[in-house]
């Protein structure tokens, strides 16, 4: 599986955009980008998933370029409620039973 | 209805007591997992389950045995449980075919051991 890389922790204000970037240079073929997001006390949640170009959810929207050897998570106008842990995957069509492979995650804290 | 849920979310245990985690999903999903987080926060699966059948086990004390009686349902077993066992746990599930997204987890059990 391709490993990511992403910052530790991020900051940001209540009403602005933020960008978390991922970087995955050794991504296959046929390797998907999913971001899960977590908050204190539950489980990982999916957010948005990506292969090429640009993909955008209710929540989300998600950048990849053309090398996709990394990627950037946008959240537009972002809230108090949207600190959390968020998580960059990479992975294939593995058959499902593989697991998801967790990195450190970027620690993200919206202030007022 | 919750998608995935795990009893008990607390679980507060002396050093060599044996412990079990439950939990269910009622999403019709063929495969379900258990996942460690530590108090590093870093999430490492441990087990997966594809219809009841074992696919992934990975290093993983053989205190820690899972059980699945069907395929809505993996339970956790842990023997003569240790310090370092002190985690929170979360179960997850999903469809079969896809590794990447479609994972619904569970709220986690915390367990500490004292």
Redesign the interface.
Known sequence: LAKTTQPISMDSYEGQEVNITCSHNNIATN??I?W?QQFP??????II?GYKTKVTNEVASLFIPADRKSSTLSLPRVSLSDTA?Y?C??????????????G??THLIIQP | DTA?SQTPKYLVTQMGNDKSIKCEQNLGH??M?W?KQDS??????MF?Y?NKEL??NETVPNRFSPKSPDKAHLNLHINSLELGDSAVY?C?S???????????????T?LTVV
């Not at chain 1, 995957?89 to 967790?102: C, E, H, K, R, S």
């Not at chain 2, 590093?40 to 699966?45: A, E, G, P, T, V």
């Open positions: 390797d998907y999913t899960y006390s539950q489980g990982p949640r999916f998933q842990v998580y995957l990479v992975g294939g069509q593995g058959g499902g039973a593989d697991g998801l492979t967790f450190k995650g | 995935v063929d495969t997992y996942y590093k926060k870093f999430l490492k699966i997966s594809n696919i992934i979360f997850a999903s469809p079969s075919g896809q590794s990447n997204y479609g994972y619904t987890f569970g709220s986690g915390r």
